[in-house]
């Protein structure tokens, strides 16, 4: 093996499978090619070859790597590293232990370890892994007795034990393009460690163009880690800087930029919402200026998700997971904002199972719930759930907690409630307006999610112009969600205001008529903004 250590960039790293090349292609083809296209690292793993045949593959693969200065490792067998000097080994829990392999294998040489638990990987790193291989993030049929799938948003719990020990990761299990940046975006401990990079198989290994495989994936991770996209910073000082670009004066003005841009463009709404709102929901998404779309079937929304504006996923009647899960997944990849009301979702274990998927499944541009479904989604028992209402006292520090969550969730959080709390991770901003009466009409909450996702069609549109430039994934859309929440309250004052006004029927009424005689100026006189 080589005498000093090799530098490594995981960020794309192959895992061969010669059982997974599509007919007529030859493996070390398919490796030439998938190394032309981006791949930095690769494992050979042959899980039925005999060590003869194994050692052939490997020293074949070797030559080739060579030729790109891309470093080799060998899944499990230190017999065959030893013979052909690749550049280390990858041991999963039930193989060799690492203290053997480490005690085999020259100092120089890259061990790295599958992790499935985070005690897994605060052992690897006490054993002084050079990287860990976290997962499984999604279902994968190349791995037979996978351990069970810990979800982009369970990556983050096992790369916190990593801490500042320097030790490098890598997702694992069912890794492809459609989901990698879903993946790197999400997968984000709390102290900002981020992912190094992506283990993929079939993704490249079964294509018949490897080659652009592996570049489409590549092309991915750098652009994430040359982007502020990935710069979520927790740090007290960025946040302090940050919030002096959010004073309640310029929220207000940039809310109403994003109100003009709805009524300019009538922008698609596309709502999978409960049954008991789709009316009022459609209604309130036309007095805003935007067009409804009510669709839930799955077969239609990669054609939608190409002219919606945003999506909201409302969980009230959850009749549509098929088609609540495929909406995300092209929404994301049409870079179209998401949003998720998980109405209820604390009411039943099937519909925490449902949030679990949806979040794991697509990244979320805003999650909006009262203090029992945040509650249930944070697994907090400050507040208990009681169907789709919240019991209890309350957040003790509601800023803190939807601060805490947007960082988890990487999103905007918008608690609803007498007070409304919205954070991107950032920066804190309480809402005051609304009115007693939205509490007796039936999914006033759920217009919230109609608002704010209109609202965030705005935000995209006026991003797409470049005015004002701000980055997409944060800023705008804390503005919208601060828009759509504003939009609902400041109409209900307006709405109950009025003399027609007797009750709960003649508002509902009345409140879909304030929204649509909703101007700038009107928001900006009468909303209470305060950034914490």
């Known amino acids: 093996m080589a005498s000093a250590k090799p530098a490594v960039d995981y960020s794309i790293y192959l895992v061969t499978g010669r059982d997974l090349l599509p007919p007529g292609k030859d493996y070390l083809e398919s490796l030439e090619e998938s190394l032309q296209g981006g791949v930095t690292v690769v494992q050979i793993r042959e899980k039925t070859a ?3 045949e194994f050692l052939e593959i490997a020293r074949a693969s070797q030559v080739v790597c060579r030729k790109y200065n891309v470093p080799i490792l060998i899944n499990d067998r230190i017999d065959i590293a030893l013979a052909i000097g690749a550049d280390g080994v990858h041991i999963g829990q039930s193989d060799m232990p690492f203290s053997v392999a480490r005690r085999l294998l020259p100092a120089s040489a890259i061990i790295g370890v599958t992790c499935n638990t985070p005690e897994h990987v605060a052992q690897a790193v006490r054993d002084g892994a050079d990287y860990v291989g976290i997962g499984p993030a999604w279902t994968t049929q190349t791995k037979k007795n996978l351990s069970p799938v810990v979800g982009v948003r369970g990556l983050k719990e096992l790369l916190a034990p990593l801490g500042t020990s320097g030790v490098k990761s890598v997702a694992i299990g069912g890794v492809k393009s459609t989901n990698a940046l879903h993946c790197l ?6 102290i900002g460690h981020t ?13 018949p163009q490897p080659r652009d495989a592996a570049k489409r994936l590549a092309v991915i991770v750098q652009a994430f880690k040359s982007t502020r996209f990935n710069s979520f910073s927790l740090s007290h000082s960025t946040c302090v800087n940050f919030r002096e670009l959010y004073t309640p004066e310029i929220i207000k003005a940039s809310v109403g930029k994003l109100l003009n841009a709805i009524r300019t463009h009538a922008p698609l709404i596309h709502q999978i919402t409960n049954t008991v709102v789709t009316t009022q929901s459609a209604n309130a998404t036309l007095a805003l200026g935007a067009s409804p779309i009510m669709a839930n079937a799955p077969e239609e929304m990669a054609d939608i998700s190409k002219i919606e504006g945003a999506l909201l996923i409302n969980m009230g009647t959850v009749q549509a997971l098929d088609g609540m899960l495929e909406a995300g997944k092209h929404a994301n990849l049409n870079r179209n904002p998401v949003v998720i009301d ?3 979702v604390g009411a039943s274990q099937y519909r925490k199972e449902c949030a679990d998927a949806l979040l794991n499944t697509f990244q979320a541009t805003v999650i909006k719930g009262n203090a029992g479904e945040l509650a249930t989604l944070a697994k907090s028992d400050e507040v208990l759930s009681k169907g789709v209402d919240s019991v209890g006292s309350g957040f003790a520090d509601p800023a803190t907690f939807v601060l805490n969550l947007a960082r988890r969730e990487r999103c905007v959080v918008v608690l609803t409630g007498a007070t409304d709390w919205i954070s991107d991770g950032r920066v804190v901003v309480r809402l005051s307006n609304g009115h007693p009466l939205l509490a007796q009409i039936t999914g006033s909450g759920c217009l919230v999610g109609t608002c704010v996702a209109s609202f965030c069609a705005g935000a995209s549109l006026v991003a797409e112009s470049r005015e004002p430039a701000r980055e997409l994934a944060h800023g705008d859309m ?3 969600a601060i828009g759509g929440v504003l939009a609902l309250t400041v109409a209900s004052e307006f709405a109950a205001a009025r003399e027609d006004v007797k009750g709960s029927g003649t508002f509902l009424g009345a409140l879909i008529d304030e929204l649509g005689a909703l101007t700038p100026e009107k928001i900006a006189q009468a909303a209470k903004v305060e950034v914490l």
């Open 185 to 190: 975006h999400g997968a984000v401990s709390t």
């Open 478 to 480: 804390l503005t919208a």
């Open 342 to 344: 998980p109405v209820g």
């Open 195 to 207: 992912l190094d990079g992506l283990a993929v198989v079939s993704d490249i290994v079964a294509s």
């Open 50 to 52: 005999d060590t003869g």
